[in-house]
Every structure is written in C-alpha cells, then in structure tokens.
C-alpha cells in the first residue's frame, strides 16, 4: 500500500475504474456527464452544488475537481464560501435538529 | 508592475519561452507533440483556409500592464507601428482585394499609437470591417481618449473589449487595481453612443478569459451569467462574450511557472485536445502582422518570434497572397491553448 491514501494524480485516473468494469462504468461516465449540463439550472449553479456537497462528503479529489470547477462557471470566491455555508449549515442542523430526538427519548426515562 | 522585458527577465526572451515549452516534465515524460496529434486527426501540415482577417498589432505600448498578457505590453514598451509600415498594410489590404474583408486592430492599447486614428480612418474608407481590440480603461485614461466611443460609432467600428469577470476581484486580480470600475465607466460610455444597443448596428463584444490557471467554462453559459450580471448591477449591454483560453506564453507563462500550477495547465491543455476545435484554429483564416511589419501565424507565433515559413513572405512589404495561402503553419506546444474544449481564437471558441 502507498504512504497516503489520498495523491491528487489519482484524481486524473477516476477513468480507470473502467478497466476492471466497463459496462457500468459507462453508465456513470453517461449519467455524470449528463448530470452536469445545463439544464433549469446553470451549470454554475451546479458546480456550486457539487462543490458544497464534496465538502458535506469531505472527498479531497471533489475539493479539487469543484473548485476549480467552479472558477470555471463562472463562479464567485463569494458564490462558492456561501455554498460552503449551506452544507455547513445543514450538516450543524442534521446534528442539532436531533437535539428533539435526545430531548424526547430524556423525557420519556426522566422522572 | 513592470514589462518582463524591462525586468530583463528570462522570459522576455522568446527562445527561453520554447525551451520552457519543449521541455519534458519533472518525472522526465514529455507532453504529447501537439504536431503528432494534429497528424493524427489529418491535420499536419496545417495549411491555411485562405486568409480572410489581417490582424494588426499596432504596437507593444499600453496603459495597463495585465499579469497575464501575452504580449508583455505595458506604459514601458515603445514599439509602436510606424506610418509607413501602416502603408504598407493598407497597400496589402489593396492587393488582397475582397478575399481579406476584415482588420483586427490589437496592441499593446492599439489606441495609443498616434496614427491610429488615421489608420482607422482609411481601412473604412477601404469598405474593410475594422474591430478594434480595446481594453475599455484607455477610454479613460486620459481627456485625449474620451472621445474614442464617438469616434468608434462614426467608423462603424466593432469594439471587442476585454471584462475577465462581472466581479470587481477577479477582474482586477488579472488586470490591476481598479480596473473593473473603470471598464464599467468605458462600456456605459460605449452603450451611451449605442453600443452593444439592440438594433443599433454597433456591435460590443466582451472577451472572458481566466483569471488563473484553469480553463473557461461554456462560452453559452458563461455569456448568459455575465449578461444578467451586468445588466443587474451596472445596466451595461454587449452583444457576445468570446471566451479564450490564455495560452502558455510571456506573463502568462511566467505566472504558470510561479505559482507552480505549469505542468498541471499543460496536462489539462493536452488532455482537452479536441480535433475539430483544431480544424478551425484561427491561424487558418487570419495572418498576423507585427508592430515592425513582420508577418505571423498568429499573434501568438509573433510573440514568440516565429515568423511565416520560408516559403511565404517575411514582411508586409513583400506581401503576397498566393504563397501566404498555399504557407504550412508553423506550430509548438502552445498551440494546445487554441484546441483545447471548445477551442479559442481572438473570436472566441471555434466549435
Ligand atoms: S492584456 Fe491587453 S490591456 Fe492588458 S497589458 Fe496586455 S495588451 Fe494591455
Ligand atoms: S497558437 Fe497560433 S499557430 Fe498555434 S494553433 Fe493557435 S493560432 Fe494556430
């Protein structure tokens, strides 16, 4: 095994998953790239949308791919910082809204 | 900032700027020869579709001094085009009759140059469509230029203007502090005369390109955002955005190989290679004139001194049609930037 689990050369490679399984390979490759065209939203607005998720999932090679990704839309440092906030924002609230769920289940053993 | 020819850097030497592009990478592979590739898509030799635009550098001095120009302009260049090698273009316009129908006017700030205004004047008069290169805070630079939008309208001429973004910091990132406001000022004076107008005949392109060592995105998209954009927020018009890919040359081949980010630019230029974006690069159609009267593939080749083949004329003077048309173009590493996606020319992307 390698030192790091992570080198930025492999991002390059994501194509190569297709080696060991073309077919279904092929049917991600198709779907991504369909995902991303433009559509009711711009691709700008995708790009942000994926650069907020990649950083929800904290995938390295997503930071990197969107980032740059973004710039390339078109995208604002403002535009892509706030779209950060949103996924920050919903994973802080994933966490927080289970606050009723720890209430209810402290109310239900609680005297 | 200064020129990197007033810097004496080694870049402002164009047989450095080759070395650097033939060079192999770190881990000692080469790039894929862009002449192989155009080989194997059955473009090699590249031979011209018949010239159809002059494009004219009128001379290397300009207001501004952009990090990623690839002319390496700035208020400290003095090479300028003379009257009489303007002359000469215009006795080779005469020549070329109605097979070259269009001028592309570039710089440095080709509005600085003394004779321009004259130069203008006489290419209209020869019926050819002049576009002129303007990069918007020359309107303002000084109370000489005010009037350059008036002007402009009077000659029917077509103004293609550089905005890297509808953001103030990406915009001044590339071009200098204070720029954006200014081009906004220039082009609401443009729009004042009719510019970018529907309707008006007066056609005001902006050209987009990165700031920084990624790719642009969809000419359609990012043309659709930029036109919101500044309508919104400033009520400026344009009629197109052409977006260009900066190619790896001069400052912006010095700023790749600073900020580390040469090798990675190269690979995405050389990955995004596209064989129908290279049967319509812009040197098939469009020959290059320097500052001195010298003849080029492009504007690109001019500033990497690599003049027309030997088979065709060396300089303007000389001109003839015949043997520019029948000419192999000649060719290097850079010329990845203008197949890359969706291809880049001075008009945009070719696919
Ligand atoms: S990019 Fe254009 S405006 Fe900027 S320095 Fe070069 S010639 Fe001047
Ligand atoms: S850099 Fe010049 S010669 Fe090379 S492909 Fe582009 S326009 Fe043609």
């Given at each position: 095994m390698e030192k790091t689990y992570y080198k930025p050369e492999d991002l390059g490679k994501f194509?190569?998953?297709?080696?060991?399984?073309p077919e279904l390979a092929k049917k991600f490759f198709d779907y991504y790239g369909e995902v991303f065209k433009?559509?009711?939203?711009?691709e700008r607005e995708k790009a942000l949308i994926a650069l907020a998720v990649s950083h929800a999932l904290q995938c390295p090679y997503c930071i990197d791919a969107y980032s740059t990704g973004s710039l390339e839309k078109g995208a604002t440092e403002g535009q892509m910082m706030e779209a950060l906030h949103v996924a920050a924002a919903i994973r802080g609230g994933a966490s927080l809204v289970h606050g009723v769920q720890m209430m209810n289940k402290v109310k239900e053993v609680s005297m | 900032m200064t020129s990197l020819k007033r810097q004496e850097h080694r870049l402002a030497n164009s047989l450095i700027q080759l070395e650097v592009l033939e060079a192999p990478r770190q881990n000692g592979e080469q790039f894929a020869l862009f002449q192989d590739k155009l080989e194997a898509a059955g473009l090699y030799p590249l031979r011209p579709t018949g010239v159809e635009i002059l494009q004219i550098n009128?001379?290397?001095?300009?207001?501004q001094t952009c990090k990623h120009c690839h002319v390496d302009a700035g208020p400290d260049r003095k090479e300028i085009m003379a009257r009489e090698t303007m002359q000469h273009c215009l006795d080779a316009l005469d020549a070329a009759g109605?097979?070259?129908?269009t001028v592309d006017l570039t710089g440095?700030?080709?509005?600085?140059?003394?004779?321009f205004r004259w130069f203008v004047e006489e290419l209209s008069l020869r019926g050819k469509k002049v576009m002129v290169r303007c990069n918007l805070t020359i309107i303002l630079a000084n109370p000489k230029y005010h009037d350059l939008p008036e002007f402009f309208r009077q000659h029917g001429v077509e103004v293609v203007s550089s905005l890297p973004h509808f953001s103030a910091r990406r915009t001044d990132a590339q071009r200098g502090e204070g720029v954006f406001e200014k081009s906004i000022k220039a082009l609401q004076m443009l729009n004042a005369v009719g510019y970018g107008k529907h309707g008006s005949g007066l056609d005001l392109h902006l050209v987009y390109n990165p700031a920084g060592a990624f790719l642009p995105g969809s000419q359609a998209s990012l043309e659709k955002e930029f036109k919101q954009k500044l309508l919104k927020d400033f009520g400026v018009e344009f009629n197109n955005l052409y977006v260009i890919t900066n190619l790896p040359i001069s400052r912006f081949l010095d700023y790749l190989l600073q900020s580390g980010n040469y090798e990675s630019y190269m690979e995405k230029l050389v990955n995004a290679f596209n064989p129908v974006a290279a049967a319509g690069v812009m040197c098939r159609n469009t020959l290059s004139v320097g500052w001195d009267g010298a003849l080029y593939d492009c504007d690109f080749n001019q500033m990497l001194d690599m003049k027309l083949e030997k088979t065709a004329p060396e300089h303007i003077s000389d001109f003839q049609l015949n043997s520019i048309d029948q000419r192999a173009i000649r060719l290097n590493q850079h010329c990845y930037g203008c197949t890359a996606g969706a291809g880049s020319s001075c008009g945009g992307a070719t696919t």
């Amino acid at each position: 095994m390698e030192k790091t689990y992570y080198k930025p050369e492999d991002l390059g490679k994501f194509g190569n998953i297709a080696d060991w399984q073309p077919e279904l390979a092929k049917k991600f490759f198709d779907y991504y790239g369909e995902v991303f065209k433009e559509g009711e939203l711009s691709e700008r607005e995708k790009a942000l949308i994926a650069l907020a998720v990649s950083h929800a999932l904290q995938c390295p090679y997503c930071i990197d791919a969107y980032s740059t990704g973004s710039l390339e839309k078109g995208a604002t440092e403002g535009q892509m910082m706030e779209a950060l906030h949103v996924a920050a924002a919903i994973r802080g609230g994933a966490s927080l809204v289970h606050g009723v769920q720890m209430m209810n289940k402290v109310k239900e053993v609680s005297m | 900032m200064t020129s990197l020819k007033r810097q004496e850097h080694r870049l402002a030497n164009s047989l450095i700027q080759l070395e650097v592009l033939e060079a192999p990478r770190q881990n000692g592979e080469q790039f894929a020869l862009f002449q192989d590739k155009l080989e194997a898509a059955g473009l090699y030799p590249l031979r011209p579709t018949g010239v159809e635009i002059l494009q004219i550098n009128v001379g290397k001095m300009c207001n501004q001094t952009c990090k990623h120009c690839h002319v390496d302009a700035g208020p400290d260049r003095k090479e300028i085009m003379a009257r009489e090698t303007m002359q000469h273009c215009l006795d080779a316009l005469d020549a070329a009759g109605k097979q070259i129908h269009t001028v592309d006017l570039t710089g440095g700030a080709p509005e600085m140059n003394p004779h321009f205004r004259w130069f203008v004047e006489e290419l209209s008069l020869r019926g050819k469509k002049v576009m002129v290169r303007c990069n918007l805070t020359i309107i303002l630079a000084n109370p000489k230029y005010h009037d350059l939008p008036e002007f402009f309208r009077q000659h029917g001429v077509e103004v293609v203007s550089s905005l890297p973004h509808f953001s103030a910091r990406r915009t001044d990132a590339q071009r200098g502090e204070g720029v954006f406001e200014k081009s906004i000022k220039a082009l609401q004076m443009l729009n004042a005369v009719g510019y970018g107008k529907h309707g008006s005949g007066l056609d005001l392109h902006l050209v987009y390109n990165p700031a920084g060592a990624f790719l642009p995105g969809s000419q359609a998209s990012l043309e659709k955002e930029f036109k919101q954009k500044l309508l919104k927020d400033f009520g400026v018009e344009f009629n197109n955005l052409y977006v260009i890919t900066n190619l790896p040359i001069s400052r912006f081949l010095d700023y790749l190989l600073q900020s580390g980010n040469y090798e990675s630019y190269m690979e995405k230029l050389v990955n995004a290679f596209n064989p129908v974006a290279a049967a319509g690069v812009m040197c098939r159609n469009t020959l290059s004139v320097g500052w001195d009267g010298a003849l080029y593939d492009c504007d690109f080749n001019q500033m990497l001194d690599m003049k027309l083949e030997k088979t065709a004329p060396e300089h303007i003077s000389d001109f003839q049609l015949n043997s520019i048309d029948q000419r192999a173009i000649r060719l290097n590493q850079h010329c990845y930037g203008c197949t890359a996606g969706a291809g880049s020319s001075c008009g945009g992307a070719t696919t």
